[in-house]
């Protein structure tokens, strides 16, 4: 009877395991709810950077620069409400690690081919030699390392998207991120206004001058407005020679990654220890996966074509998150030398690119 009785009990007692998959559920219902109020504000400044584009002459700006303006002076002249903080915080991390992912889609292993050896091989020396004079700039002018890394990034291989991606191993604060975003956005605007201008005084031919674009520009955007104003061939030409530069995203993150592990190694080895292995940013492993998806047809035009909105409009929360953490305070404190960084990297990819160009075409 007593066996019966506990038999009883036991059944109408919930098991630890209920408990526990209660408790998990209550605990996300309290974390989604927290989060709703920083995305709704996020999503809604988002959704005015679409909006502003319809306006004649903004349509020149990418949605990603017009997010981390409008976050940015949304912080600044009314105040970012502290209950906003958690989905502010989750927009930047994780949906910002799933639209770097979705990059991979845009890209594949025959567009790359399509530039051919010597073009490609342009496109890589540019940006390792790019990313070293960065380095070594930075450091002789007195800019710290970690903005240094961005704004080598983001004028090596591909603005904004490169920044934001880089950060994810540099781990610096938001107002690099945003000093690094603004360095990147305004020589790669120069840029698009001013190559067109040259081809016909440098006696650039249409590949040649998209290959020189695809090579130096800082953002995509900026390459596919630059290229088309030479002709549809060097507008072609300087698009796939850009993607072709966006794919080697994956590569730095990763070294990057790799030469942050090993200098913590170096100065704790007792926390090397602890870990055991490198971090592996695995947005990054994501990126490649897709990318070999998208380069054997796995995934429909279709499909595509929602993903590459999708993309962008992931990286636009995401700079609008990070704009509303973004201090002009703190930018100020920074004084011109990071500007002065992004100049110097930039005439150094314009020149540096050129001349490779002139050389082989």
Not at 121 to 145: D, E, K, M, N, Y
């Amino acid at each position: 009877m007593r066996i019966a009785m506990a038999d009883f009990a036991e059944l109408q007692a919930p098991s630890v395991g209920t408990s526990a998959w209660s408790s998990a559920a209550a605990g996300w219902a309290r974390n989604s709810v927290s989060l709703l109020p920083g995305l709704l504000l996020v999503f809604a400044i988002a959704a005015l950077s679409y909006a502003l584009r319809l306006v004649p002459g903004v349509a020149n700006f990418s949605t990603l620069i017009i997010a981390i303006a409008l976050g940015t002076a949304f912080h600044n002249l009314v105040g970012t409400p502290d209950r906003c903080r958690l989905g502010i915080t989750f927009s930047l991390k994780r949906l910002l690690r799933i639209a770097v992912a979705l990059l991979g889609l845009q890209l594949t292993i025959a567009q790359v081919i399509t530039v051919g050896g010597p073009g490609m091989l342009i496109v890589v020396v540019t940006l390792g030699s790019t990313f070293l004079f960065t380095t070594w700039l930075g450091a002789r002018i007195g800019v710290s390392s970690k903005l240094t890394q961005l704004i080598a990034a983001g004028t090596s291989i591909c603005g904004a998207s490169a920044v934001i991606a880089t950060n994810t191993v540099t781990k610096a604060d938001d107002e690099d991120v945003a000093y690094a975003v603004a360095c990147v956005t305004v020589f790669g605007t120069l840029s698009m206004f001013l190559l067109p201008m040259l081809p016909g005084y440098l006696h650039l031919q249409p590949h040649a001058f998209g290959l020189w674009a695809g090579a130096s520009i800082h953002e995509i955007a900026q390459v596919v407005a630059a290229a088309f104003q030479n002709g549809s061939a060097s507008g072609d030409f300087g698009t796939i020679a850009k993607l072709s530069r966006v794919a080697m995203l994956a590569p730095v993150v990763l070294t990057l990654s790799f030469l942050a592990s090993s200098r913590s190694r170096s100065r704790s080895p007792a926390a090397a220890a602890a870990s055991g292995r490198v971090p592996v940013p695995w947005f990054v492993v994501g990126f490649l996966v897709l990318m070999g998806f998208n380069s054997f047809g796995l995934i429909s035009a279709q499909a595509k074509t929602w993903i590459v909105i999708l993309t962008t409009a992931l990286l636009t929360v995401a700079l609008t998150a990070m704009g509303l953490e973004t201090d002009f305070r703190k930018l100020r404190a920074k004084g011109l030398k990071p500007l002065l960084l992004g100049a110097g990297a930039w005439i150094f990819i314009s020149a540096f690119s050129l001349v490779l160009v002139e050389l082989v075409y």
